[in-house]
């Protein structure tokens, strides 16, 4: 299992990112994906959950209104659309998936929100 996010960078106060995470080694189809971030000195955060056919998300009151997941099968790729962004946003995003009882990370990719 092979996950690798892309997509970060810095940005302003207000401005929009999207993240990628290219999937691998498993059936992608069939597992629902999340994507996590984890700010310095603080615990890792859900941001967004989306079932394996993407008829259903699940965003936090934190992000909701501002982020949106989304997935193409065909690409083996799950996306976060970051809107509005705000410093709090500031974190190393992730993404996750859980199979039978094992969790898979990427390696992360890194967001700052600052002017």
């Known amino acids: 299992v092979q996950l690798v996010e892309s997509g970060g960078g810095l940005v302003q106060p207000g401005g929009s990112l999207r993240l990628s995470c290219a999937a691998s080694?498993?059936?992608?189809?069939?597992?629902?994906m999340r994507w996590y971030r984890q700010a310095p000195g603080k615990e890792r955060e859900l941001v967004a959950t989306?079932?394996?056919?993407?008829?259903?998300?699940v965003h936090p009151d934190s992000v909701k209104g501002r982020f949106t997941i989304s997935r193409d099968n065909a690409k083996s790729t799950v996306y976060l659309q970051m809107n509005n962004l705000k410093p709090d946003d500031t974190a190393v995003y992730y993404c996750?998936?859980?199979?039978?009882?094992?969790?898979?990370w990427g390696q992360g990719t890194q967001v700052t929100v600052s002017s």
């Open positions: 989306i079932t394996r056919d993407g008829g259903s998300t």
């Open positions: 996750h998936v859980l199979i039978l009882v094992r969790g898979y």
């Open positions: 080694g498993f059936t992608f189809s069939t597992y629902g």
